[in-house]
């Protein structure tokens, strides 16, 4: 069993994010020792690892919330986890496309500045006249 210090630091949450979850209900079935602390098993930490991958996936508490719902429901909703998944998936793979877009923007313009710093390529702007 793993105290919440012990537990924040093996799911690099704050104290405080983790306090949070648990009060709002995402970290299911806590348990409490004598003193009535709260303590972690390893299934509970593998779960908030799970939890923090869905946050980093985008979904808001309500959407973790409802996941959840369905996850303790057992197997038989397991098509709907996976519509949210894939739902979530698909979203993020529309931002790293983005980012490879503004990657390869950013590429392009500092191979610019090199050709232009180098004397390759004469330079112009979009926001001003550089007409000599």
């Given amino acids: 069993m793993y105290t919440m210090k012990q537990t924040c630091e093996k ?15 995402l970290v299911p079935n806590v348990k409490r020792d004598k003193n009535n602390h709260r303590i972690f098993d390893d299934r509970d930490i593998a779960w908030i ?6 946050k980093k996936c985008g979904m808001s508490l309500s959407e973790m919330k ?12 397991i098509p ?12 993020l ?7 490879q877009d503004s990657i390869n ?13 180098a004397g390759k390529t004469k330079y112009y702007s979009n926001l001003i006249h550089t007409d000599n």
């Fill in 105 to 117: 923007y950013i590429d392009w313009k500092q191979g610019f500045y090199d050709d232009v710093l």
């Fill in 66 to 77: 409802e996941y959840i719902e369905l996850c303790l429901a057992g197997e038989s909703t």
């Fill in 80 to 91: 709907e986890r996976k519509i949210i998944l894939d739902s979530k998936r698909n979203a």
């Fill in 11 to 25: 799911t690099q949450l704050s104290y405080e994010t983790l306090k949070f979850y648990c009060n709002k209900g």
């Fill in 49 to 54: 690892q799970s939890l923090n991958c869905l």
């Fill in 93 to 99: 793979v529309e931002q790293l496309k983005q980012v």
